[in-house]
């Protein structure tokens, strides 16, 4: 990695005596399930302040069309659902933290339950469904495929009601601030018009995933890994880094952005087809289109290649077409919007990145190894989902470490404002004389060499390339100031790119979402461990 990433602590010349400033016992960064929740919690005893870079209803938990996974059913087991997490963690997930979040999970529905959340109901009872992975329907949602939209409703509503919570939105957070201990004392920000610097004795980042980072994703346009950057240059230990996990499915329609398909589709009986019309997946996996995610995402590329197409086809014609449309509306306006009758066209798909399992890495309280900083969700890397995640775990994830990470905020002995010494800023950046390169071509640039070199098939060479590749940038980019998001968004994604590659290119094993065509086999006596990186090391 170039020198210029490694010396750089802040992206913003920063002087705080000069700078707007707010004051907050509890900062959260990020307005998804895991941050909302963690705001809700912090909010028992302590004021608290939410920034998220865009609307609040701009998130990753708004898009998911999957369900939540929990023990709902009676026939159902807290000891499943472990199981089922291990075995698809493939051997790296933290039991301790796997058991934390199965037995927390029902309760914290019933929670959401009791909030006015919408679930899908049967007999009185939420409903549950099956998902590739799971041994048990287990899979509660809300509105069909829109189960992210009605949590967060929900979550919304219920923080506009606490009046000691107030919300920043369009809000971007540029960096982490720290004093000479390397103790987290707050960000500082841009408002659209202003920095602004937000002291907090306890900061969550709760910001979210990085699946902008590939040109193909599910994710919205927010989803740049910012707040696993910010972590990154404050001294945080980053894990799990090479595990990005792909959607086997999403809509596949030329020149249109890229739409998920839920799992919860195969799981009721949809099939998998070649442009050839042949039903491929039992060559690749006894339990076919149930087979957990990065098996399908692996098999489709394959099928791909294999007959020369750039997608292949979802078939639902068997289904019932009113209930469909009732089961899951968002993907019957969806399809409807491009012409596709479900019920005698197939549906075009491909797999996209979709969830970031590595971030910035937690205890099971949701402490980094920063004082006063915790994270929770997708920034986390809490070692819940090991190197694959178990669908419809992630809002389960986000749900408990929310609610933890907003507990341990607010009973810490430094939970007050008021305790916090804030100390003088001053940070200047030099003056760089280098050319300054176009940062959207760069960004495109970036995504395409994602795709290409640290996507679903990785192998040695590619990766170093890739690590080339981005050092070049880096050395006309992270030397510039920026003065909005456009610019510091680049800056994060060449980070984490950068730190991805090479985490990816370390790990010479394939194991869950992580597949070495050059290193075909997983090797336990060498990686059955996680993959740690910071600043400087």
Known sequence: MTGQIEFRRYLVDIDSISTHQLFADCLVIGAGIAGLCAAIEAAKGRNVIIVCKATLEDSNTWKAQGGIASVLDKTDTFESHIADTLNTGCGISDEKVVDLVVRQGPELIEQLLRWGTEFDMADGHIATTLEGGHTHPRVAHAHGDETGRIITEVLIRKVRQIPNIKIL???????????????????????????????????????????????????????????????????????????????????????????????????????????????????????????????????????????????????????????????????????????????????????????????????????????????????????????????????????????????????????????????????????????????????????????????????????IEAQEIISFWQRYVMDKIFDGPAGWECQNMLTICQLMARCAQMREESRGVHFRSDFPNADDENFKKHIEISRGK
Not at 196 to 218: C, F, K, M, P
Not at 346 to 372: C, F, Q, W
Not at 396 to 402: D, K, M
């Open 169 to 463: 939105e369009n809000f971007y957070a540029i960096d982490l601030l720290t004093n000479d201990n390397n103790d987290c004392v707050g960000i500082i920000g841009h408002d659209k018009r202003v920095l602004q610097i937000v002291w907090s004795a306890n900061t969550i980042l709760g910001t979210g995933g990085a699946g902008q980072l590939y040109r193909e994703t599910t994710n919205p346009e927010v989803a740049t890994g910012d707040g696993i950057a910010m972590a990154y240059r404050a001294g945080a230990i980053l894990q799990d880094l090479e595990f990005m996990q792909f959607h086997p499915t999403t809509l596949y329609v030329a020149g249109a952005s890229r739409a998920l398909i839920t799992e919860v589709l195969r799981g009721e009986g949809a099939v998998l087809l070649d442009k050839n019309g042949s039903a491929f997946m039992k060559e690749y996996h006894e339990s076919a289109e149930l087979a957990p995610r990065d098996i399908v995402s692996r098999a489709i590329l394959a099928q791909m290649l294999k007959t020369k197409s750039t997608h292949v086809y979802l078939d639902v014609r068997h289904f019932n077409k009113e209930h469909f449309a009732e089961r899951f509306p968002l993907i019957n306006e969806l399809c409807e919007s491009f012409d596709i009758d479900v019920s005698r066209d197939l549906i075009p798909v491909r797999p996209s990145a979709h969830y970031m399992i590595g971030g910035a890495k937690t205890d099971s309280t949701a402490k980094t190894n920063i004082e006063n900083l915790y994270a929770c969700g997708e920034a986390a890397a809490t070692g819940l989902h090991g190197a694959n995640r178990l669908g419809s775990n992630s809002l389960l994830e986000g749900l408990v470490f929310g609610k933890v990470a907003g507990h341990e905020a607010s009973q810490s002995t430094k939970a007050d404002v008021s305790h916090i010494k804030h100390p003088r800023i001053k940070y200047q950046i030099p003056h760089s004389d280098r050319t300054r390169l176009d940062t959207a071509d760069i960004r495109n640039s970036l995504r395409a060499l994602m795709w290409r070199n640290v996507g679903i098939t990785r192998s040695a060479r590619p990766l």
